[in-house]
């Protein structure tokens, strides 16, 4: 017997994230700047913190609901209405994950039958296509592009649609380009999508990180409240990475049974995290202001700082990611990544690694200081002008 031989195929054929291998080369390489990592550099709020801390001294450290902390939950539903005048039943169409990660998993695992397809805006998210390809789905690209914002239209999403089609995730703010969705972009989107059995997962991780206006979720527009599943979690907004914390709201029939499956598999998010979203979601919007204040301004620099070298780049409204075109370099977006970290020690992400549509393109996030964003933006400049053709 060959070990190797009893894997599932459809596991041992999946790709190693692509955002992973530049991580590991810089991990042995001195004198390196990273603008890889999709990770809010501000420790969590220290109220956040403490309430985690004080449930801990308190012994709250068993299981939870399956569903979450009742109390978490009432919170949640309470922010959807205050933030995007959504209502939701704590009791029946809310569900909190390990993350936001495991909610794509659920929804995605609890919709899909084997051969269905689901469709995928790209370039985005890594997690989705495997996600797909794990419950048996066919993932379908959609790709997205610059002259367009990098938006999903309306004509691209309708060629796509078969008699297969079952789930269109929707992710926006997008990572990696930092593209939104506005409401007139998500109108168009709904009326292809009114007449036809296909759910939406909106995937809304990032839905505090916007700039120049008020993010809207596709639940809002009419008609499509009833067949829309959002995901989002405490990870970006409330720099809350390692808590490991996100949730689900939608329609109950569909989130009944991701909880189902949420139930045998993992069973509850952790007890203590849910203390410290619970603390988050109550006192939490003064210090996702301030975050999103001090994004915006180093957008501004990152986005100058690559058109000034000559890249074009493309003004992200959303997120905490700039996605510079680097086809005037003359190399792959592989190429560009592998040579700049040898060359200058700076890490950025090939836009490849979410997607076929990412070619020509590298992700840069600016979830780290205006000091560090200064200093690799010299040496990427340096770089540029060493090999702009």
């Given at each position: 017997?060959?070990?190797?031989?009893?894997?599932?195929?459809?596991?041992?054929?999946?790709?190693?994230?692509?955002?992973?291998?530049?991580?590991?080369?810089?991990?042995?390489?001195?004198?390196?700047?990273?603008?890889?990592?999709?990770?809010?550099?501000?420790?969590?709020?220290?109220?956040?913190?403490?309430?985690?801390?004080?449930?801990?001294?308190?012994?709250?450290?068993?299981?939870?609901?399956?569903?979450?902390?009742?109390?978490?939950?009432?919170?949640?539903?309470?922010?959807?209405?205050?933030?995007?005048?959504?209502?939701?039943?704590?009791?029946?169409?809310?569900?909190?994950?390990?993350?936001?990660?495991?909610?794509?998993?659920?929804?995605?695992?609890?919709?899909?039958?084997?051969?269905?397809?689901?469709?995928?805006?790209?370039?985005?998210?890594?997690?989705?296509?495997?996600?797909?390809?794990?419950?048996?789905?066919?993932?379908?690209?959609?790709?997205?592009?610059?002259?367009?914002?990098?938006?999903?239209?309306?004509?691209?999403?309708?060629?796509?649609?078969?008699?297969?089609?079952?789930?269109?995730?929707?992710?926006?703010?997008?990572?990696?380009?930092?593209?939104?969705?506005?409401?007139?972009?998500?109108?168009?989107?709904?009326?292809?999508?009114?007449?036809?059995?296909?759910?939406?997962?909106?995937?809304?991780?990032?839905?505090?990180?916007?700039?120049?206006?008020?993010?809207?979720?596709?639940?809002h527009i009419e008609g499509m409240y009833e067949r829309t599943v959002i995901l989002?979690?405490?990870?970006?907004?409330?720099?809350?990475?390692?808590?490991?914390?996100?949730?689900?709201?939608?329609?109950?029939?569909?989130?009944?049974?991701?909880?189902?499956?949420?139930?045998?598999?993992?069973?509850?998010?952790?007890?203590?995290?849910?203390?410290?979203?619970?603390?988050?979601?109550?006192?939490?919007?003064?210090?996702?202001?301030?975050?999103?204040?001090?994004?915006?301004?180093?957008?501004?620099?990152?986005?100058?700082?690559?058109?000034?070298?000559?890249?074009?780049?493309?003004?992200?409204?959303?997120?905490?990611?700039?996605?510079?075109?680097?086809?005037?370099?003359?190399?792959t977006s592989e190429e560009f990544c592998e040579?700049?970290?040898?060359?200058?020690?700076?890490?950025?992400?090939?836009?490849?690694?979410?997607?076929?549509?990412?070619?020509?393109?590298?992700?840069?996030?600016?979830?780290?200081?205006?000091?560090?964003?200064?200093?690799?933006?010299?040496?990427?400049?340096?770089?540029?002008?060493?090999?702009?053709?």
């Open positions: 017997m060959r070990i190797e031989d009893m894997i599932a195929k459809k596991v041992a054929q999946m790709p190693p994230s692509g955002i992973r291998k530049f991580f590991d080369v810089a991990n042995e390489i001195g004198d390196v700047i990273s603008l890889g990592v999709g990770e809010p550099d501000f420790d969590t709020p220290w109220h956040v913190r403490e309430e985690g801390i004080y449930s801990l001294e308190k012994g709250k450290t068993v299981y939870s609901a399956n569903a979450g902390l009742l109390e978490l939950r009432q919170e949640i539903c309470r922010y959807m209405q205050r933030r995007f005048d959504l209502i939701y039943s704590p009791t029946k169409q809310c569900l909190v994950t390990v993350g936001g990660s495991e909610g794509i998993d659920l929804a995605i695992r609890t919709l899909i039958e084997t051969g269905e397809e689901v469709l995928i805006p790209e370039p985005s998210f890594v997690s989705y296509k495997p996600c797909a390809v794990l419950a048996g789905g066919v993932p379908v690209p959609i790709p997205t592009r610059e002259e367009d914002d990098f938006k999903l239209t309306a004509h691209e999403l309708e060629k796509a649609i078969t008699p297969k089609t079952k789930i269109l995730i929707l992710p926006f703010p997008n990572n990696p380009t930092g593209a939104i969705m506005e409401r007139e972009d998500l109108e168009a989107i709904a009326k292809v999508l009114r007449d036809k059995n296909i759910i939406v997962i909106s995937d809304e991780i990032y839905a505090e990180l916007t700039y120049g206006g008020e993010h809207v979720s596709i639940a989002s979690g405490f990870s970006k907004a409330y720099s809350m990475t390692g808590w490991r914390l996100g949730y689900a709201v939608g329609p109950a029939p569909i989130i009944s049974m991701m909880i189902k499956v949420h139930q045998f598999a993992i069973m509850c998010a952790p007890t203590t995290s849910q203390y410290a979203g619970i603390e988050a979601m109550r006192s939490g919007d003064e210090d996702v202001r301030k975050m999103r204040e001090a994004y915006d301004q180093r957008r501004r620099v990152m986005l100058d700082g690559f058109r000034s070298m000559g890249l074009s780049c493309f003004e992200p409204k959303g997120a905490f990611y700039v996605f510079p075109c680097i086809k005037r370099m003359g190399m040579k700049l970290l040898m060359d200058q020690r700076v890490v950025v992400v090939p836009g490849t690694a979410f997607g076929e549509s990412g070619e020509g393109f590298v992700r840069a996030s600016y979830a780290y200081s205006i000091e560090v964003i200064k200093e690799a933006l010299a040496r990427i400049e340096v770089f540029v002008k060493k090999h702009l053709k």
